[in-house]
């Protein structure tokens, strides 16, 4: 459960970190753009069961695999689509915490 909780907190909070830090002037707005890249998570929709704690999602899921993640790089480097980019490259590193986090726990 603290894994959960510890996970879903980090999804809000360091996209606010890090809007805060590299976009001052606008980093609400961008703080708002970057949580909303969490509509990844839709492709959980497509397995049975759709949320399974033991399950790591990298590599897992469409939008959690490999290529996706290298497509998400590389639009880092389209400035209008930096923001979006950064949304999904930090909603990845977390995704990918979660399952070091869950292989230290078995």
């Excluded at 890090?18 to 492709?43: C, H, P, Q």
Aim: hydrophobic share 50%; with cysteine; aromatic share 18%.
């Amino acid at each position: 459960m603290i894994r959960l909780i510890t996970h879903m907190t980090l999804h809000f909070a360091l996209p606010g970190v890090l809007a805060k830090w590299f976009y001052r002037e606008n980093w609400k707005r961008t703080w708002g753009f970057m949580v909303s890249t969490m509509i990844v998570d839709l492709d959980h929709l497509l397995t049975v069961p759709v949320f399974d704690p033991g399950r790591c999602s990298i590599g897992f899921h469409p939008g959690h695999s490999y290529f996706a993640i290298c497509i998400y790089g590389f639009l880092f480097f389209i400035p209008k689509l930096r923001v979006f980019s950064l949304g999904l490259m930090v909603h990845m590193f977390l995704d990918y915490t979660d399952c070091l986090w869950m292989g230290l726990q078995s």
